[in-house]
């Protein structure tokens, strides 16, 4: 999951289109069901990121205007890294991104960063006892 993550992260000019998205998806389909009908495994949760990657790339974009959509789409990722993949998307059709959904994502990304700087930084001492 982090390597390929990281991959799309790291180059999402090459991976973020829609071909590439659905790609993906069947990649790691295939990859769930040999897991789960070879050694018995349900690696759900070990790809989450990858499918909920592969999911914006391949969705409606403007769905994405919603904070509550945006959440119950992709759980596991950070606005931060949803901006970033939607920045990266390259359409194979004619239909871009809106502007107001950019920024719209872009506001949720600013407002988590305020909210984690905002909570109390832990010290090492105060660790011990959650550890």
């Not at 180059?11 to 069901?33: D, I, M, P």
């Not at 403007?62 to 789409?73: G, H, L, T, Y």
Request: aromatic share 6%; hydrophobic share 40%.
């Amino acid at each position: 999951d982090c390597v390929v993550f990281n991959e799309l992260m790291d180059n999402g000019e090459k991976y973020c289109t829609h071909s590439q998205g659905f790609e993906l998806k069947l990649r790691v389909s295939n990859l769930q069901n040999w897991a789960s009908k070879v050694i018995h495994i349900d690696i759900t949760n070990n790809v989450a990121h990858i499918i909920q990657a592969a999911n914006i790339i391949i969705m409606d974009k403007s769905v994405f205007a919603e904070k509550d959509n945006i959440k119950s789409i992709c759980p596991d990722l950070h606005f931060g890294q949803i901006e970033a993949i939607l920045e990266s998307f390259r359409s194979e059709r004619t239909d871009p991104i809106l502007p107001q959904v950019k920024q719209k994502i872009s506001e949720f990304a600013d407002e988590e960063v305020r909210e984690v700087k905002s909570k109390p930084k832990l010290r090492l001492n105060e660790m011990e006892g959650i550890m």
